[in-house]
């Protein structure tokens, strides 16, 4: 009897995205004996992946994407595109892709379909009630109303909220927190002398990141303590529709004592360089920029909100604070100033919750269970 060969593929937005938060785990799936293909869209970074060994398919689909006609096409790529990979397990990223990639499965048989839910993102931040969410929710419905899908949620309130829609009929619910961390590649480090504390935002330049709140609190800081740094580290996303434009993000940094780096590769080397990590979103999955400051060793400020939230122990490895007070947050900011041996005894804590918590090898090993 022939064995058939495992493959799995990964349906993905983009190619940046894809390198940033699975790339380990597409590594460990060679590893393990899987053909492994990507399909996603090609922003540059192809030939990284190529090198790497990996078959690749340009989906060519814009993330913040509304015409129904490109959309329609999109849906029928994906489904000619399985059709020629006839994967073993497919594995969607982001809710998007989740349900395309799902709705091709109606015209594709496919033995394991997981769709990983990164966070229900920017039409589903606070109170918006829009159209297009509502588009969303009926999109949702129709994707996902099939036995047989696993579902991968990064925090338990998404994973409730999809409960509430009885998407769970027939189908497997797991929590994964994150994308997971390397703990030996962002190891901890210890906290260096100096008089001068550092705060660090790390996220794409977002108007529900808190980027906002985060200029106003550092020019209420620095009032009374001018010699406090600000690091702020990311890039305009144009295909986000809660995006800064360059102008209008330079203009409220005017007047304030930060330091707006962009994009950058080396943040292991900027977080060693920093005190604390600030991180005012007002919805996520479970951020990437905070389980790397937890793995390294920093405090956390971050909003009590789902996704941030589930990265603090309130009081132990850093503050919860309110979405959108930005006076609360110069005040925790100011806490942990005036008490430097908070931070290093919060940072320590921090350490200690990513290794019980954000593991990429925890991370990897839960989600190999819903592959084999």
């Known amino acids: 009897m022939r064995l058939t060969k495992k493959k799995v593929i990964y349906v993905v937005n983009v190619d940046w995205f894809f390198i940033s938060h699975r790339l380990p785990l597409a590594l460990e799936a060679k590893k393990r004996g899987y053909d492994v293909v990507i399909a996603t869209t090609n922003t540059g970074r192809f030939k990284e992946l190529e090198d790497l060994g990996f078959e690749l398919f ?70 918006r009630k829009t159209q297009t969410q509502k588009i969303i929710n009926t999109l949702m419905k129709f994707a996902f109303n099939k036995r047989g899908f696993s579902f991968i949620f990064q925090n338990p309130d998404d994973l409730k909220l999809f409960q509430k829609l009885n998407f769970d009929v027939g189908n497997k619910f797991c929590l994964i927190k994150g994308a997971g961390i390397d703990l030996d590649k962002f190891n901890f480090s210890e906290r260096r002398s100096r008089n001068v504390v550092s705060f660090i935002l790390t996220a794409r ?58 994009h950058r590769n080396d943040i292991l080397e900027l977080l060693q360089d920093s005190d604390v990590m600030v991180f005012p979103s007002y919805r996520e999955g479970l951020p990437k920029s905070l389980i790397e400051a937890a793995a390294m060793g920093l405090p956390i400020i971050t909003t009590d909100t789902i996704g941030c939230k589930d990265c603090v122990d309130e009081g132990i490895n850093g503050f919860l604070v309110p979405v959108g007070n930005s006076t609360i947050l110069a005040e925790k900011m100011i806490y942990l100033i005036e008490n430097p041996a908070i931070i290093e005894k919060m940072g320590k804590a921090s350490r200690i919750k990513a290794m019980k918590e954000f593991s990429l090898s925890m991370v990897i090993e839960k989600t190999f269970e819903l592959y084999d």
């Open 58 to 127: 340009d989906l060519k689909i814009k993330r913040s994407g509304t015409n129904p006609l490109n959309e329609f096409f999109s849906i029928i790529k994906l489904i000619k595109t399985l059709k020629k990979v006839k994967p073993t397990v497919i594995h969607n990223v982001t809710l998007k892709m989740s349900i395309y990639s799902s709705i091709a499965t109606r015209f594709v048989k496919i033995n394991k379909v997981i769709n990983a839910i990164s966070g229900l993102g920017y039409n589903f931040t606070a109170d």
């Open 205 to 262: 330049m977002l108007k529900d990141k808190g980027i906002s709140e985060f200029i106003i609190a550092s020019k209420v800081v620095s009032i009374n303590y001018p010699n406090t740094r600000f690091i702020l580290v990311g890039d305009i996303d144009k295909e986000n529709p809660a995006s800064f434009k360059e102008d209008e993000l330079k203009n409220e940094l005017q007047g304030a004592n930060i330091e707006w780096l962009g």
